[in-house]
């Protein structure tokens, strides 16, 4: 029965292409744009997300005086996540990288030299987080070389006045590519280096990097100032459980399972939550006037089905006069105008979809597409055409019989 009717809905659709394709429009460009908007929300989100905590599977292990304090917890978070800010801290040991990467689920574990300085490269002067460069910290961080060498291809004795930058810093004001930084001179205090390589940034939360020998850091910085242990996670394990594992180790071999003072996980949920909550309203704020441009295509399509009732009328009359009830009169024209929505809502959710795909491949991004956004938009436009079509359906349904016949 249900099936009848879409199929007379087609057919007077396909009657009136024109006016149908006219009324198709506004329902495919509100519903396309109503798509992307919160597919952008979830995107954005991510991004911020892998900007602050980085996306390469590890977490930063703090030592905090009270970890029952979240906003000393996160304090330390923000100072281990954007580079550290060379604070002494003595309450680590090289030894516990040992026991680190023992625990299950943990790849790889790294001891964070880290400290800002004002560094000087062809007469700019840049606040840059200066690293110490251990054994493991390329392939921890999965770095790779755009241009030059990584220290270890030189002779240790050679390292101590070598130095690694990665791209960010060039993002700053230097006008200058990979290949042209090679060989110029960065002081750091009073102490030249030579670049002698230039590195990607796989994790995006480190930020600008000049990175030397640690012979070289412990010549110019305090010796054991281990800013923070960070650990790799195996791919298959959960990053967060993992890491506490790791956290709870440290404590257990310092003595502070029963201490406020510790070890703690980085904690960055409050400041990705408040952002995300921030690009939530904005994308609500946004979706909201967008609908407005539904809502008025829907008033497109309640005038266009009006127009038809006048046009068939006369075969409305007939149809009731060889029994068609008034049920079966609104219900034919509400499907027609659910069908017209429908149809909209899939090119929109179409059109969404190759957009936001376009966009993830430009910024290099994998994220799936929500699917509730697509059933939402699909229900949304179903209900539109029940709304917008209630009242043409009704006015069919209630058409004077003889009068309708009569009418030419």
């Given at each position: 029965?249900?099936?009848?009717?879409?199929?007379?809905?087609?057919?007077?659709?396909?009657?009136?292409?024109?006016?149908?394709?006219?009324?198709?429009?506004?329902?495919?460009?509100?519903?396309?744009?109503?798509?992307?908007?919160?597919?952008?929300?979830?995107?954005?989100?991510?991004?911020?997300?892998?900007?602050?905590?980085?996306?390469?599977?590890?977490?930063?292990?703090?030592?905090?005086?009270?970890?029952?304090?979240?906003?000393?917890?996160?304090n330390s978070s923000m100072n281990s996540n954007f580079g550290g800010l060379g604070d002494k801290?003595?309450?680590?040991?090289?030894?516990?990288?040992?026991?680190?990467?023992?625990?299950?689920?943990?790849?790889?574990?790294?001891?964070?030299?880290?400290?800002?300085?004002?560094?000087?490269?062809?007469?700019?002067?840049?606040?840059?987080?200066?690293?110490?460069?251990?054994?493991?910290?390329?392939?921890?961080?999965?770095?790779?070389?755009?241009?030059?060498?990584?220290?270890?291809?030189?002779?240790?004795?050679?390292?101590?006045?070598?130095?690694?930058?990665?791209?960010?810093?060039?993002?700053?004001?230097?006008n200058m590519t990979p290949e042209e930084v090679i060989g110029q001179k960065i002081q750091i205090?009073?102490?030249?280096?030579?670049i002698v390589g230039v590195t990607d940034t796989p994790n995006q939360s480190l930020g600008p990097?000049?990175?030397?020998?640690?012979?070289?850091?412990?010549?110019?910085?305090?010796?054991?100032?281990?800013?923070?242990?960070?650990?790799?996670?195996?791919?298959?394990?959960?990053?967060?459980?993992?890491?506490?594992?790791?956290?709870?180790?440290?404590?257990?071999?310092?003595?502070?399972?029963?201490?406020?003072?510790?070890?703690?996980?980085?904690?960055?949920?409050?400041?990705?939550?408040?952002?995300?909550?921030?690009?939530?309203?904005?994308?609500?704020?946004?979706?909201?006037?967008?609908?407005?441009?539904?809502?008025?295509?829907?008033?497109?399509?309640?005038?266009?089905?009006?127009?038809?009732?006048?046009?068939?009328?006369?075969?409305?009359?007939?149809?009731?006069?060889?029994?068609?009830?008034?049920?079966?009169?609104?219900?034919?024209?509400?499907?027609?105008?659910?069908?017209?929505?429908?149809?909209?809502?899939?090119?929109?959710?179409?059109?969404?979809?190759?957009?936001?795909?376009?966009?993830?491949?430009?910024?290099?991004?994998?994220?799936?597409?929500?699917?509730?956004?697509?059933?939402?938009?699909?229900?949304?436009?179903?209900?539109?055409?029940?709304?917008?079509?209630?009242?043409?359906?009704?006015?069919?349904?209630?058409?004077?019989?003889?009068?309708?016949?009569?009418?030419?």
């Open positions: 029965m249900i099936l009848e009717y879409i199929k007379l809905s087609v057919r007077e659709l396909l009657n009136n292409k024109l006016r149908s394709f006219l009324s198709l429009i506004g329902i495919v460009i509100g519903v396309a744009v109503v798509f992307i908007i919160f597919s952008i929300s979830d995107i954005a989100n991510v991004a911020i997300t892998n900007q602050i905590t980085g996306s390469n599977g590890s977490v930063n292990i703090n030592y905090v005086k009270d970890r029952t304090d979240k906003m000393e917890v996160l801290s003595y309450h680590y040991d090289l030894n516990d990288l040992e026991q680190l990467v023992l625990v299950n689920g943990v790849d790889d574990a790294i001891a964070v030299y880290s400290t800002t300085q004002q560094v000087k490269i062809n007469r700019e002067k840049l606040g840059l987080a200066v690293r110490s460069v251990s054994d493991n910290f390329m392939d921890f961080y999965g770095f790779k070389m755009i241009a030059g060498n990584p220290l270890e291809a030189y002779p240790e004795d050679e390292r101590i006045n070598l130095a690694l930058i990665n791209d960010r810093v060039l993002d700053y004001s230097l205090k009073n102490r030249l280096y030579t990097i000049v990175a030397i020998s640690k012979d070289s850091y412990d010549l110019m910085f305090s010796r054991s100032t281990i800013q923070y242990f960070s650990v790799k996670v195996k791919s298959g394990h959960d990053l967060d459980a993992t890491a506490q594992l790791a956290a709870d180790r440290l404590n257990e071999i310092h003595n502070y399972t029963e201490t406020k003072n510790g070890y703690a996980l980085e904690d960055l949920s409050f400041i990705i939550s408040q952002i995300t909550q921030v690009t939530g309203i904005l994308s609500l704020v946004m979706g909201i006037i967008a609908s407005i441009s539904l809502l008025v295509a829907g008033i497109g399509v309640m005038n266009i089905m009006l127009v038809s009732v006048v046009e068939r009328t006369r075969e409305i009359g007939v149809k009731r006069a060889i029994g068609a009830s008034k049920g079966a009169i609104q219900f034919q024209f509400i499907v027609e105008s659910c069908l017209l929505t429908l149809i909209g809502g899939i090119i929109g959710v179409l059109i969404g979809i190759g957009v936001i795909e376009i966009a993830l491949m430009v910024l290099n991004m994998k994220l799936p597409i929500n699917i509730s956004y697509v059933i939402f938009a699909l229900l949304f436009s179903i209900t539109l055409g029940l709304l917008f079509g209630y009242l043409p359906s009704k006015r069919a349904a209630n058409l004077n019989i003889i009068e309708a016949i009569q009418s030419e």
